[in-house]
């Protein structure tokens, strides 16, 4: 090989290694530069979560259930949730369908103007004894469309019209709980919470249910649940009136969350 193409091949050579280096040290430097930035929003996080903890650890003996919501239904006519939101309020239930057919007929308004405030909100369906749990599930799945945030859906068990004075046998009250009960956690990807008041709970949902978060009717807050079981709701009171809620010309479903502020955010 003559000098000339020995020189060559040495530039050359030179150049490709010049290459490469310069190839590895881009590559040191993005690999820096992704761990600086994953440093920093690590420490943003951690700040933002102690920030939230230390604010938001608010149990106190004179405030136990310091997180207040409220449950609706058209019943309540028109209503300003940036209102309830300044009021205070940061959660809502609200009434969805009934059985395989019923929509509640303000439900669309009210899923939409409160997912524009900070109340986090959530849907609930009231179940029938006299349709399957697999139309009742349809029900609601079609009229109920996912929020990022939104709470668990809730199952309303309760009794109504013939079942107030001849209650429905376990057996078939469980049959349709448990399809529609399957059927939402499948679509939304949340356990469902039961609602139900202390007599249903006792007598057809304790024992049969214990993965489900409960909450509960009690005019009185209960420490806890008959069976021991903690409440994750309590609904203590039907007549609490807001000018936020029909201009204060009607009643207002009154409920707590059984923990602190920064439980609240942590939950579900």
């Known amino acids: 090989m003559s000098a000339a193409k020995r020189r060559s091949s040495r530039s050359r050579r030179r150049?490709?290694?010049?290459?490469k280096g310069a190839r590895r040290q881009r590559k040191k430097d993005m690999i820096l530069a992704a761990a600086v930035l994953a440093l920093a929003l690590a420490i943003v996080l951690i700040g933002r979560n102690l920030y939230f903890f230390a604010t938001g650890n608010d149990v106190t003996d004179e405030e136990p259930y310091p997180v207040r919501g409220v449950d609706v239904s058209s019943y309540q006519l028109d209503i300003d949730w940036e209102g309830l939101e300044d009021e205070?309020?940061?959660?809502?239930?609200?009434?969805?369908?009934?059985?395989?057919?019923?929509?509640?007929?303000?439900?669309e308004y009210?899923?939409?103007?409160?997912?524009?405030?900070?109340?986090?909100a959530g849907a609930y369906h009231f179940l029938s004894y006299d349709t399957s749990g697999?139309?009742?599930?349809?029900?609601?799945?079609?009229?109920?469309?996912?929020?990022?945030?939104?709470?668990?859906?809730?199952?309303?068990?309760?009794?109504?019209?013939?079942?107030?004075?001849?209650?429905?046998?376990?057996?078939?009250?469980?049959?349709?709980?448990?399809?529609?009960?399957?059927?939402?956690?499948?679509?939304?990807?949340?356990?469902?919470?039961?609602?139900?008041?202390?007599?249903?709970?006792?007598?057809?949902?304790?024992g049969h249910y214990d993965d489900y978060d409960v909450w509960i009717s009690a005019h009185e807050i209960p420490e806890e649940l008959g069976d021991g079981k903690q409440w994750t709701f309590c609904q203590y009171s039907f007549r609490g009136r807001s000018d936020s809620v029909a201009g204060g010309e009607k009643y207002v479903d009154l409920n707590v969350f059984n923990g602190s502020s920064w439980e609240f955010r942590k939950y579900n």
């Not at 969805?96 to 929509?103: R, Y």
């Not at 068990?157 to 448990?178: C, D, Q, T």
């Open 110 to 120: 009210n899923w939409d103007e409160v997912n524009k405030t900070g109340i986090r």
């Open 88 to 107: 205070g309020y940061k959660f809502a239930f609200i009434k969805a369908t009934e059985g395989s057919s019923h929509v509640d007929s303000m439900f």
């Open 15 to 19: 150049r490709s290694a010049g290459r």
């Open 134 to 206: 697999r139309r009742q599930a349809a029900n609601f799945i079609e009229h109920v469309d996912k929020k990022w945030g939104m709470l668990p859906p809730v199952v309303d068990v309760e009794f109504y019209g013939k079942y107030i004075e001849k209650p429905p046998k376990a057996s078939k009250l469980r049959k349709v709980l448990n399809r529609v009960l399957a059927e939402l956690e499948d679509h939304y990807g949340m356990r469902p919470i039961i609602y139900t008041n202390s007599h249903i709970y006792s007598t057809y949902i304790s």
